[in-house]
């Protein structure tokens, strides 16, 4: 199905904006480059997850994300705690770090909200369907929907009403039927 160009032109150049503004912000706000600012807010609002969770949320490498570890208990962001079972460990942010999520967080926010200003609440209500949409259809699978969300702040999307939550469990309770 073909859309018009400018449409499509237009989505693209949000999309490039909006994400070059964001990678600016979060990384200097975080201190570091490349995926510390969404490591920093996925361990903040998901504590006690593993580095294979963490890094399936990044979407990197395992050694990447041991990197990305290290460095973060480096600067005392972070520190590594007994996990659920003996062979794993939990991340967990110390005040330090959880002061450093928030700080990204407020950037992501302060770089999004001035978007918005100006819109009706008409236009923000369609806005919002249409980016439930748009994520939905972005969302793949499971692990496709953790590294969308690793920049949100999931106090404001409860995962009960997220549009990637919900097509991360539509996708999984196909593969699953699949399996069976």
Excluded: F, W
Aim: hydrophobic share 40%; net charge negative; aromatic share 2%.
């Amino acid at each position: 199905m073909e859309y018009g160009l400018r449409v499509v032109n237009l989505l693209g150049a949000v999309v490039v904006g909006v994400h070059d503004r964001l990678a600016e912000v979060t990384e200097v706000t975080a201190g570091r480059a490349g995926v510390t600012a969404a490591a920093l807010a996925t361990v903040a609002q998901y504590p006690g997850l593993t580095i294979e969770q963490l890094r399936r949320c990044l979407g990197i490498s395992q050694p990447a994300t041991v990197r990305t570890v290290d460095a973060l208990q480096a600067g005392g962001l972070l520190v590594r705690e007994p996990g659920a079972d003996r062979r794993s460990l939990a991340l967990r942010l110390t005040e330090a770090g959880r002061e450093r999520a928030g700080r990204v967080l407020r950037a992501r926010a302060e770089v999004l909200d001035p978007l918005l200003e100006g819109l009706e609440d008409a236009e923000r209500q369609s806005l919002e369907a249409t980016l439930e949409h748009v994520l939905s259809r972005l969302t793949t699978s499971a692990q496709r929907g953790d590294e969308i969300c690793r920049l949100c702040d999931i106090g404001s999307c409860p995962p009960a009403n997220c549009p990637v939550e919900c097509a991360s469990q539509r996708h999984e309770h196909a593969d699953e039927e699949r399996n069976a």
